[in-house]
């Protein structure tokens, strides 16, 4: 049934969320529908959670919502940071986190890094030595730029800060968690979120966050938290295998099936194949004289951004493309035409990338 209605006009996208989603996991979401109150939804969030907590490399929580990555943003600024947040922007989303911070009313100063340059934890530390801080914001793959910010570096130079139990570290992993090891507990991280349409290859609209205690005991001296994102309310229904509202049953499922392919994968080998499809995407992009946006070091293992040196007509190039069934993405905002992006996360396979860079080629006549 479905699988003829998915035929016709597959674009494989190659475009940095929302991501390709294999047949067998868009299939796990037409199972029958059950009762968020119902055991059958209790024993799947039961069969969920270890898992979830094994990508996110952590024994504490890891809140599960109805929702997008961004509205656990907003979360984690309304249930921990109400002294002054420290946004460190190099990009559109670190940018997002700003307005979010501004829109709840809390007291911030930005940490500036240019559209491209990474975050670097020698600025973080010198702006934290005021003390003045209780929350600092940081994404850690800028999908905009192709940028990765050294997080355990920033988190170290957080804690050496004179008030650095204090300050929550609160990361943005929506285009990276799942495609890169990123070690929560190891970090010592306090918020850490993603949404399921990037590299866990799901369809939109669930936000998982893995908190920290040291977070959850600062929500409880905040006041004004709201309800639908209240962490405490949230950890309050988790602990029952439950949701406070409703829930995407069927993204759940999707979910259940996609950490099983996870586990059976391997978690090391999903972050070598991602890291695989990076330097292959390098390696193609400087055959064709082309450069990388990101400085070297700090290059994404799920994106890449790509200088336009040769002025190649990206809208047309993604005609080109979208006639061969796939898709890719022009730069963010002002970059458009200055650069353009290649995602390889998620499920997407090392052939995948060739199919694409073979058909870019022959766009360019190659
Ligand atoms: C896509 C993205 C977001 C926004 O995620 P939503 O799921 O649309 O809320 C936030 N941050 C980063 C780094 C992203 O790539």
């Given at each position: ?147 990765t910010n050294p997080i355990e570096a920033i988190a170290q130079a957080v804690r050496q800060a004179p008030n650095g139990e204090e300050i929550m570290i609160l990361v943005d992993s929506v285009s990276s968690m799942a495609g890169v ?18 590299a866990f290859a799901l369809p939109a609209g669930l936000a998982f966050a893995a908190v920290s205690d040291r977070a959850m005991a600062k929500a409880k001296t905040v006041p004004n938290r709201g309800w639908y994102f209240d962490f ?10 439950q949701t406070p509202a409703t829930t995407a049953v069927s993204l759940l499922y999707a979910l259940d099936k996609q950490l099983d392919d996870m586990m059976a994968e391997g978690m090391e080998n999903r972050y070598a194949r991602h ?92």
């Amino acid at each position: 049934m479905s699988e003829n209605n998915r035929a016709d006009k597959h674009v494989k996208l190659f475009i940095p969320g929302p991501t390709e989603v294999r047949p067998e996991v868009l299939d796990a979401q037409t199972n029958w529908m059950i009762g968020h109150r119902m055991p059958e939804c209790l024993d799947l969030i039961g069969r969920i959670r270890p898992k979830l907590g094994k990508v996110f490399m952590t024994e504490k929580r890891v809140l599960i919502n109805a929702s997008t990555g961004t509205g656990f943003m907003e979360a984690a600024i309304r249930n921990v940071a109400n002294k002054k947040v420290l946004n460190c922007v190099n990009g559109a989303f670190s940018a997002r986190w700003r307005d979010i911070t501004v829109a709840c009313g809390r007291d911030n100063a930005v940490l500036d890094a240019e559209w491209g340059q990474p975050i670097l934890p020698e600025a973080v530390a010198e702006r934290l030595a005021s003390g003045e801080f209780d929350a600092i914001t940081v994404v850690h793959n800028e999908t905009s730029t192709g940028v990765t910010n050294p997080i355990e570096a920033i988190a170290q130079a957080v804690r050496q800060a004179p008030n650095g139990e204090e300050i929550m570290i609160l990361v943005d992993s929506v285009s990276s968690m799942a495609g890169v090891a990123i070690p929560f507990d190891a970090w010592d991280l306090d918020v850490l979120l993603t949404s399921s349409q990037k590299a866990f290859a799901l369809p939109a609209g669930l936000a998982f966050a893995a908190v920290s205690d040291r977070a959850m005991a600062k929500a409880k001296t905040v006041p004004n938290r709201g309800w639908y994102f209240d962490f405490l309310v949230l950890e309050k229904y988790l602990l029952k295998n439950q949701t406070p509202a409703t829930t995407a049953v069927s993204l759940l499922y999707a979910l259940d099936k996609q950490l099983d392919d996870m586990m059976a994968e391997g978690m090391e080998n999903r972050y070598a194949r991602h890291l695989a499809m990076r330097d292959r995407t390098l390696e193609w992009a400087e055959s064709r004289g082309l450069t990388a946006f990101a400085p070297e070091g700090y290059r994404s293992p799920t994106v890449t951004c790509i200088s336009n040196d040769n002025n190649y007509d990206i809208p047309a190039l993604n005609a080109f493309l979208r006639e061969k069934g796939m898709i890719i993405s022009n730069g963010y905002g002002a970059l458009k035409g200055k650069n353009f992006r290649i995602a390889h996360m998620g499920d997407l396979q090392m052939a995948d990338m060739e199919e694409l860079f073979a058909a870019i080629d022959e766009f360019l006549g190659q």
